[in-house]
């Protein structure tokens, strides 16, 4: 079954780096609504209008032609008597409009906008091109609802002289002005547009062109080295492991998501900061925790560097106090950290918010994930105190009541967030009867995040020689899963419940949290195929994906943010767990499903949420969450996820050895993994599926690099001790 293309944002153009972006309507232009041209989400030119001779122009096309840069065609006519007759009058004069990010310092940006006249008439014409300005100093949130709720007068000011316009916000604590610098020609400005006499001899362009510098905080804007961009997507590109496969469809769905993640990197920070991707645009474009540590661990294998950038940024703004506003904690991983107007003034608190549970598990995941792949001693060594504070808020203040498990609640009142799961929509937590759950709560996937913390954590330790703490971590956790498997599971539904309630009585919800535990390691053995087939019913799997909540349940909506809806990326971890226990054939249906679900988006980009309906005659493409953010970090990241889950790729850095599992489906019977950054070395792995469905594979790694074996992941259910030791024997006798 084929379903057309869907485009996301067909009204918009959206081209960015670092925290500069510039969203525009389908003619390139500024006009309204949420668009405008933003840094650190704000709103720094809220107004980019051409007209000629007093008219707008009539749009061709307008596309992007690179993340950072988009170019628009427009018509303009003529009289007759200038022009000549007929089309030629009526289509005489061409713009040709082209924007791009300028890179600044530290991830800032300028949008140069430049735009060629040419006469395609008969005879020379003379025309006044203008470009309608104005800056308006909104925040991201106030344009995208139209509620303002900071403002103050804005100074106008043009310099003839030095072709220089700018626009100067009043507020007494955000110093924002827009500098709009005339690069071609000598306009004047009137009735808020900037205006160029033009006089064009037929077919000869002429080029006007002006740079809009957005100063922030009174900061001017400091152009980066010419070339910086290109050679940022350079590096990241060949930093990065390549995939090479016939399947076309999964080639271009994991290029697509190689390069948002390079191109939606914030380079903000020393060192590996740079990396720390923004979580998703247009809204998005910030650091948030669970988002960027999340991003990290599924495409680690593609680039630890990322990793390491997102890490370091984390561990740079733990919760130093106790502030209820915030809902700060000390060791507590932060949850947003944004420079918005309303952050700046204290209306909102996402200037440093740390009301967020995913966060502190994800955060030492990423940093164990990160000892795996390139065996870092010293990295360790440096984020050990991080780490620590961390496991001590879990203990502390993340289990509230001392019972042993991890309740949220907010202590930011209106503020704060109800939810603080990897679900935080004020309506994610329902009973089975669509009642919304009182807090606090203890939601299934944070103890399952909290365990593998702890034993990746416990692990690293005993690598490190640590054996005391190593050991008490690892009993920790063993602890832990032993009493979530008595408390949580739900033997009727072949499910764990979604959270325990204020009352300590489990949440009988079916939904996908729970199976986000297959990946975490904290199914016991004997229920985790009940679990993983639950997911795969009906109710749960649309043949695009895992829904968020089960299609039997009465607050089920496919659009819903969290209450029926696919989300990529929590299906990328979905499948890791299957594989996890073993249960290659139910990952290859769900990476399926999503690979086929990516196709149908422009680009092969799937984006933040799609539709939950099901796969059959009547919904022949998933449709999409309004207001889905496309790029979106964690649905880029998934898509590599679901490669490494294919082929069972392990790094052991420490160990100096690489273990793979790989099973690939009839659909994907050839891949190549080039360049895999593990341990210092490279590694290229090949995949080849037979006819009788078995996969082989050859290897190919660096001086010194690790040791390739083939080996099943310790829970699966379906490989023995023979199994283990044949598989061992065999990738010795291949080396």
Request: with cysteine; aromatic share 8%.
């Amino acid at each position: 079954m084929h379903a057309g293309i869907f485009k996301l944002f067909p009204g918009r153009l959206m081209v960015h780096w670092g925290h500069a972006l510039a969203s525009l309507d389908d003619q390139a232009r500024v006009t309204g609504g949420f668009d405008g041209f933003y840094l650190h989400k704000t709103r720094f030119l809220s107004r980019l209008a051409p007209r000629v001779d007093g008219v707008p122009p009539r749009r061709v096309s307008a596309n992007v032609l690179e993340p950072h840069a988009a170019i628009a065609y427009w018509l303009a006519g003529a009289s007759e008597d200038a022009a000549g007759p007929g089309e030629i009058a009526e289509k005489a004069i061409e713009l040709q409009a082209d924007l791009a990010i300028i890179p600044g310092e530290d991830g800032t940006g300028a949008l140069r906008v430049a735009i060629t006249a040419t006469n395609h008439g008969l005879g020379p014409l003379e025309i006044e091109l203008a470009l309608a300005l104005e800056a308006d100093f909104a925040a991201d949130s106030e344009a995208r609802e139209g509620h303002r709720q900071q403002q103050a007068p804005i100074d106008t000011a043009w310099d003839p002289a030095d072709r220089r316009l700018s626009f100067t916000y009043r507020h007494p604590a955000l110093a924002h002005s827009t500098e709009v610098a005339v690069l071609d020609g000598h306009p004047t400005w009137r009735d808020g547009a900037l205006a160029w006499h033009l006089t064009l001899a037929p077919q000869h362009p002429v080029q006007v062109a002006i740079e809009v510098r957005p100063h922030f905080l009174g900061a001017p804007f400091v152009p980066a080295p010419p070339g910086t961009i290109e050679a940022a997507a350079e590096a990241w590109a060949v930093a990065c492991a390549r995939l090479e496969t016939p399947n076309m469809g999964v080639q271009a769905v994991w290029d697509q998501a190689v390069e948002d993640l390079g191109a939606m990197r914030l380079m903000t920070g020393p060192g590996a900061q740079i990396h720390v991707p923004a979580a998703g645009l247009p809204y998005y474009q910030a650091l948030f925790g669970r988002d960027s540590l999340t991003t990290a661990w599924q495409a680690g294998m593609i680039n630890p560097a990322m990793v390491r950038g997102v890490v370091e940024a984390i561990a740079a703004r733990l919760g130093t106090r106790y502030e209820d506003r915030h809902d700060e904690q000390p060791g507590r991983v932060i949850h947003q950290h944004q420079r918005d107007p309303l952050a700046l003034l204290g209306l909102s608190p996402f200037g440093a918010y740390y009301g967020d549970y995913a966060g502190p598990g994800m955060f030492l995941v990423a940093l164990g994930w990160h000892f795996a792949l390139t065996g870092d001693r010293a990295f360790q060594r440096e984020m050990r105190g991080a780490a620590d504070r961390v496991l001590a808020w879990m203990d502390r203040d993340g289990d509230r009541d001392g019972d042993g498990f991890y309740e949220y609640d907010t202590r930011a009142g209106a503020w704060g967030t109800k939810n603080q799961g990897w679900k935080d929509s004020g309506e994610a937590i329902l009973e089975a009867d669509g009642g919304c759950v009182a807090n606090p709560i203890a939601a299934v996937e944070i103890q399952g995040y909290y365990y593998a913390a702890k034993q990746l954590t416990g692990l690293v330790r005993l690598f490190m020689g640590d054996v005391a703490g190593g050991l008490g971590l690892l009993n920790e956790a063993q602890d832990l899963k032993r009493r979530f498997n008595a408390a949580y599971w739900l033997p009727e539904e072949r499910c764990y419940a979604l959270a325990l309630g204020p009352d300590k009585r489990p949440v009988a919800t079916v939904s996908s949290n729970a199976a986000q535990c297959l990946a975490c390691g904290i199914v016991d053995r004997d229920k985790a195929a009940a679990l993983a087939g639950r997911m795969m019913a009906p109710d749960m799997f649309s043949g695009w994906g895992v829904r968020t909540l089960s299609s039997a349940h009465p607050a089920y909506n496919p659009f819903a943010y969290h209450l029926g809806a696919v989300w990529p990326s929590e299906n990328g971890s979905i499948a890791l767990g299957f594989k996890r226990y073993g249960l290659s054939a139910l990952a290859a249906d769900l990476a399926k499903g999503l690979f086929d679900a990516a196709a149908t988006f422009d680009g092969h980009r799937p984006p933040e949420v799609i539709g939950g309906h099901p796969r059959d005659r009547r919904h022949p493409h998933p449709g999409i969450y309004p207001d889905s953010c496309a790029p979106q970090a964690w649905s880029a990241s998934a898509m590599v996820m679901l490669v490494q889950t294919l082929t069972g790729i392990l790094p052991l850095a420490p160990a100096g050895l690489v273990a793979i599992d790989p099973d690939l489906p009839d659909w994907l019977p050839e891949l190549a993994l080039r360049d895999l950054p593990i341990g210092g070395a490279r590694v290229t792995l090949r995949f080849r599926r037979d006819a009788s469905g078995h996969t082989d594979w050859d290897a190919r790694v660096s001086p010194g690099g690790p040791r390739v074996i083939r080996q099943a992941p310790p829970e699966s259910l379906h490989d023995g001790v023979f199994d283990r030791l044949g598989d061992l024997v065999a990738s010795l006798i291949a080396i």
